[in-house]
C-alpha cells in the first residue's frame, strides 16, 4: 500500500506564509505526477498545483504568482510554498499522487492524503 504523509497546515495571518509537504510511502516504481488540491466547506475539491516526473508544473489561476509547487523525486515527496496568503485560502488542503505504479507491471492507481487544514485569519 501506498501511504501519503502531510504535513505544515495551521493557522496564519493574511499576508503571511505557510510550506506544505507530503511524502508518499511504500514500494513506488514510477509516479506521474503529484499535486495538491483544496477544498473549502460549502465548494468542490479544486486543483491549486501540480508538478510532474519531469518537474512540469500547472497552477489554478488563484495560486499563479503566490504559490510554488516544487518536489524532490528521490524522495517521493512535494512541496508547497504558499505567500501572501488571504482569507480565500482556507480550506483542507490534500496531497495527490496521480498513477502510481508499485511495479513495472502494476495498474496505475492514484492516492490521496487525508488532508492539513489551512486557516488564514487575523
Known amino acids: 500500500q501506498v501511504q501519503l504523509v502531510e504535513s505544515g497546515g495551521g493557522l496564519v495571518q493574511p499576508g503571511g506564509s505557510l510550506r506544505l509537504s507530503c511524502t508518499a510511502r511504500?514500494?513506488?516504481?514510477?509516479?506521474?505526477?503529484m499535486a495538491w488540491y483544496r477544498q473549502a466547506p460549502g465548494k468542490q475539491r479544486e486543483l491549486v498545483a501540480a508538478?510532474?516526473?519531469?518537474?512540469?508544473?500547472n497552477y489554478a489561476d488563484s495560486a499563479k504568482g503566490r504559490f510554488t509547487i516544487s518536489a524532490d523525486n528521490a524522495k517521493n515527496t512535494v512541496y508547497l510554498q504558499m505567500d501572501s496568503l488571504n482569507p480565500e485560502d482556507t480550506a483542507v488542503y490534500y496531497c495527490?499522487?496521480?498513477?502510481?505504479?508499485?511495479?513495472?507491471?502494476?495498474?496505475?492507481?492514484?492516492?490521496w492524503g487525508q488532508g492539513t487544514q489551512v486557516t488564514v485569519s487575523s
Open positions: 511504500g514500494n513506488i516504481f514510477s509516479m506521474n505526477a
Open positions: 508538478i510532474n516526473s519531469g518537474g512540469s508544473t
Open positions: 495527490n499522487a496521480d498513477r502510481v505504479r508499485r511495479r513495472s507491471w502494476s495498474v496505475a492507481t492514484d492516492y
